[in-house]
């Protein structure tokens, strides 16, 4: 029994690796999901900023983080992370590059307020409400691929979380706002680890591995949320509730 347990984990393991995979296709879709989110969060258009999200395949990488912590293999964890890392940072470079394609070719008038869009707003300044998306996308994305289902539209909730922030962190450094890009930033970094600490904790009661060590990664990862989070209010870098977003 414990040996069909050990062999369907390693299976599933490998399954997980092969779509984490660095590729070209991966670096293309990332590129234009960025290009997307951009064009998306300038012209505050809900669809578009949606399709970044479906085209993004940025789970697997982020996933492969949790199975690697999981399964004991740091090398794993590791590649999962920097794939991710890639990925993501290729897609905020797309986003800055198409703000300043559309600032040169006057589609953005100049003088134009380039952080005055309440959908790029609520992407550089985020609360705990924020957190919901980066929950959802860890657990249900981890479950995904533990099936071996392989649906782009349930990786949607993971790119939810992460892209279209780090398009925001972009555009915001171009406009010179440290303050947003830094909230973009942050919005990012606490999205992605708390996909991987609900990543873990899922992977834990799947596979009814309790082991000590990546139950201590996933508390420490919400910890590290927390505090953030916490110094990021008490600073007023981020609002305690959501940016007002008027209707269309």
């Known amino acids: 029994m414990e040996g069909k347990m050990a062999a369907g984990d390693d299976d599933e393991l490998g399954y997980v690796v092969e779509q984490a995979s660095l590729t070209p296709r991966y670096l293309i879709y990332m590129t234009l999901a960025g290009v997307l989110?951009?064009?998306?969060?300038?012209?505050?258009?809900v669809p578009i900023l949606v399709g970044s999200m479906i085209i993004a395949p940025v789970l697997p990488p982020v996933a492969l983080v949790a199975f690697g912590v999981v399964h004991g293999q740091a090398s794993l964890a590791a590649r999962g992370a920097g794939i991710a890392v890639l990925g993501l940072g290729t897609a905020a470079v797309a986003a800055v590059l198409v703000a300043l394609l559309m600032q040169v070719t006057g589609v953005i008038p100049p003088g134009t307020e380039l952080l005055g869009?309440?959908?790029?707003?609520?992407?550089?300044?985020?609360?705990?409400?924020?957190l919901a998306a980066a929950l959802a996308g860890g657990v249900v994305g981890v479950v995904a691929l533990t099936e071996k289902k392989t649906d782009t539209l349930i990786g949607t909730v993971a790119a939810l979380a992460l892209v279209p922030a780090g398009a925001a962190a972009g555009i915001a450094a171009l406009?010179?706002?440290?303050?947003?890009?830094?909230?973009?930033?942050?919005?990012?970094?606490?999205?992605?680890a708390m996909i991987v600490a609900m990543g873990i904790l899922v992977l834990a009661v799947l596979h009814r591995k309790a082991a000590p060590l990546p139950l201590t990664i996933s508390v420490a990862l919400i910890a590290t949320i927390v505090v953030l989070m916490v110094?990021?209010?008490?600073?007023?870098?981020?609002?305690?509730?959501p940016p007002s977003i008027p209707s269309f």
């Open 37 to 45: 989110a951009g064009v998306g969060l300038l012209s505050n258009s």
């Open 117 to 130: 869009k309440p959908m790029l707003e609520e992407r550089v300044r985020p609360g705990w409400w924020t």
């Open 175 to 192: 406009a010179a706002d440290t303050d947003r890009a830094l909230g973009g930033l942050l919005l990012l970094g606490t999205n992605f």
């Open 231 to 241: 110094m990021a209010h008490s600073t007023g870098v981020t609002p305690g509730q």
